[in-house]
């Protein structure tokens, strides 16, 4: 072979290890990258313990006012039957009533 052939195979192999190495530097560093936003998008744990916490919070304060809501409706219902019922009983106590003074003045017809 002669010299210059000699010299292109030599600047073509630094030319193709020079793009090697950079690409060998590019993917090193898009596996760093890819690493670091893999840990960066695992919570720490002090933040899932707070978010834990936050939950449990959460679900506590939710079964209370379950609780109180639900007392509330079953008060409301028994004032709702009791009020109810008073007005039957009212209501009951007018018509007996009403009943004893048209038996009253039927009798008073019949006796005249």
């Known amino acids: 072979m002669s010299s210059s052939t ?13 793009v090697a190495e950079s690409v060998g530097s590019t993917l090193g560093s898009l596996a760093a990258k890819v690493n670091n936003a893999a840990s960066a998008m695992m919570p720490k744990p002090a933040t899932r313990r707070r978010t834990v916490k936050r939950a449990r919070k959460t679900l506590r304060k939710a079964a209370k006012t379950a609780k109180r ?9 028994r004032s709702t039957v009791r ?15 009403t009943a004893r003074k048209v038996g009253k003045a039927t009798r008073r017809s019949l006796s005249r």
């Open 69 to 77: 809501v639900t007392a509330k409706a079953r008060t409301k219902s």
């Open 83 to 97: 009020a109810t019922s008073r007005k039957a009983a009212a209501t009951a106590r007018k018509v007996k009533k």
């Open 6 to 18: 000699e010299r292109l195979i030599a600047k073509e192999e630094k030319m193709l290890t020079s």
